[in-house]
């Protein structure tokens, strides 16, 4: 969308919070968050020019949640103490650390934890009290092994990507009763791009493009970028004889974003 949400400032205690946009280089001030705070996870659910527009930060303390929400225009964050945990015998949840950026999806607010839980709630309601879990959790093996997970959207499903320590990526989406991930083993006609500071699909732009995730890792004193292919479950990258299984001597972009013009 072009925009980014930034959060910044001159001395640790300032929690200043703005959209920008590089490519206009225009500026949307949101109010300062109160300095004791905490949040690392944000997502926001449309063009800040929108006026339905919403903001959410979260700050995890173990399955207790600090979650702030705004409108841009607003003059102040509404902050409320969430607690993660549930004791339903089905689906008990005695913690959850949040693991990604939280994503909109019909205006409902996703959070993807670090064993493959699943939380949503309405922000515009009260947090607690539309909070539902979905029945989801990752096998031990696959939890010792994860070192990354996203979570995007595309056409209105909800799909989380995890990324081992061996290198195998798994794409997974909720079943039809939302108690079990399912894997995706073809992405049709989509594109991937992933990174800490934001992820999406997208339809492909040129032919061999689909089946792709797009990472934030260099190859060749940063000349390349690299891609995952689900076909070929390799790491390859456009304009070099390059294939791997792992992604070991690949420079990785810890603190970056995708982005693109509106």
Request: net charge negative.
């Amino acid at each position: 969308m072009g925009w980014l949400l930034v959060m910044g400032g001159k001395f640790a205690k300032e929690k200043q919070v703005f959209f920008f946009n590089p490519f206009t280089r225009k500026k949307i001030d949101l109010p300062d968050l109160p300095p004791d705070t905490a949040f690392t996870k944000f997502s926001f659910s449309g063009l800040p020019t929108s006026e339905d527009c919403l903001v959410v930060g979260i700050m995890n303390l173990l399955s207790l949640m600090e979650i702030a929400v705004i409108k841009p225009g607003e003059d102040d964050w509404e902050i409320e103490d969430v607690d993660f945990r549930q004791t339903d015998e089905n689906y008990p949840v005695k913690k959850f650390c949040i693991s990604a950026n939280p994503i909109f999806v019909d205006n409902y607010c996703y959070c993807l934890d670090v064993d493959g839980k699943v939380a949503v709630f309405d922000p515009l309601d009260d947090c607690e009290n539309s909070l539902e879990f979905y029945g989801m959790r990752l096998s031990r093996r696959q939890r010792d092994s994860l070192i990354q997970s996203f979570m995007v959207e595309s056409d209105g499903e909800l799909i989380a990507i995890f990324l081992s320590s061996y290198g195998r990526i798994s794409i997974l989406k909720p079943d039809a009763s939302k108690k079990n991930w399912v894997n995706v083993e073809d992405l049709g006609d989509k594109v991937i791009y992933l990174s800490n500071g934001g992820s999406w699909v997208e339809k492909r732009r040129v032919s061999c493009d689909n089946n792709r995730i797009y990472l934030p890792m260099l190859y060749d004193n940063n000349k390349a970028v690299i891609f995952y292919d689900l076909k070929t479950q390799r790491y390859h990258c456009n304009g070099y004889d390059f294939s791997s299984t792992s992604f070991y001597h690949i420079k990785q972009i810890l603190h970056s974003v995708w982005i693109k013009p509106t």
